[in-house]
């Protein structure tokens, strides 16, 4: 006992440096995003009073639209996502059919393909279906590039469900439909949430699919936006609206985050057991 806690106290000494670590830049943001542009010359680091949430203000009148303009790309393209995947999982779960193997195996390999090699493919696509130039061409790539994860999570969770429950669902007259949305779904919740925060982050954070196909700068996302706001304040230290900007960009997320972090996890080492 005497040797593990000099051990144990290292341990953790060392999670809670790498931790301050991880989280020193999100925190100098937040102090910067509070500052004048005399207060942040004069107190780099620390605090600096009275703290100026005018900032934020003047970060929404710059970015506000593309805020606007993610929030509503994200919701789309995640329901949708979460829709396919979920049904194409559930199928190659539940069902077997000729070609089921194949097609699966075709799915995990669309996840060893880098994006950039499909990348002017593509464009071509979206090009020929006249999609570019509007918010059509993001749903059609986030939407698809997802699928392939969504699947693979999500039918190990739905393999994982006892034949039992299902075979009581089909006893007491549940159509497929019914079952997977009164039996499965509930118990395999973890995993869409899962999905659906991994997929919020594809989309959200994507910034070279909104420069490709947005020239319209009222269509602009966050990520694209938010260079705008940069160039546009470059030279002017300005610091404290900059950051601001990027402060109200990761809010979505930041709330996302402590709202399924533990369904998360959860979710995460689950299907890390499963087949």
């Known amino acids: 006992m005497g040797r593990a806690r000099p051990g144990r106290a290292a341990s953790h000494g060392l999670l809670a440096f790498l931790a301050a670590l991880s989280l020193y830049p999100f925190l100098f943001m937040l102090v910067t995003s509070l500052k004048s542009g005399e207060q942040f010359a004069h107190a780099y ?4 009073f009275p703290l100026q949430w005018g900032n934020y203000a003047e970060a929404w009148t710059q970015v506000g639209r593309y ?8 919701v789309v393209c995640v329901t949708a996502g979460l829709a396919f995947a979920g049904f194409a999982a559930y199928a190659f779960a539940r069902y077997r059919f000729p070609g089921s193997g194949v097609l699966y195996a075709g799915v995990l ?8 090699l499909t990348l002017i493919p593509t464009f071509v696509i979206l090009r020929d279906l006249g999609m570019l130039g509007s918010h059509r061409a993001l749903y ?22 006892p034949e039992e429950l299902l075979e009581a669902a089909a006893l007491d007259g549940a159509g497929d439909l019914r079952t997977a949305a ?9 995993a869409f949430l899962t999905v659906a925060i991994m997929d919020t982050l594809a989309c959200w954070n994507d910034y070279l699919w909104p420069l490709i196909v947005l020239p319209d700068e009222r269509l602009w996302t966050i990520s694209r936006g938010l260079v705008a706001f940069r160039d546009r304040y470059a030279g002017m230290s ?6 601001a900007g990027f402060m109200v960009a990761s809010v979505p997320l930041l709330v996302l985050f402590l709202a ?9 080492t689950s299907g890390a057991v499963k087949i």
């Open 45 to 48: 680091f620390a605090p600096a």
């Open 67 to 74: 805020f606007l303009n993610s929030i509503s790309v994200t």
């Open 109 to 116: 390999v669309v996840l060893l393909v880098p994006g950039v």
């Open 140 to 161: 059609a790539v986030y939407v698809t590039e997802s699928l392939a994860l969504g699947i693979l999570v999500l039918r190990g969770f739905f393999a994982s469900v």
């Open 182 to 190: 009164r039996v499965v779904l509930p118990l395999t919740r973890a």
């Open 238 to 243: 300005a610091w404290g609206p900059l950051f």
């Open 260 to 268: 399924g972090t533990r369904q998360f996890v959860s979710g995460i």
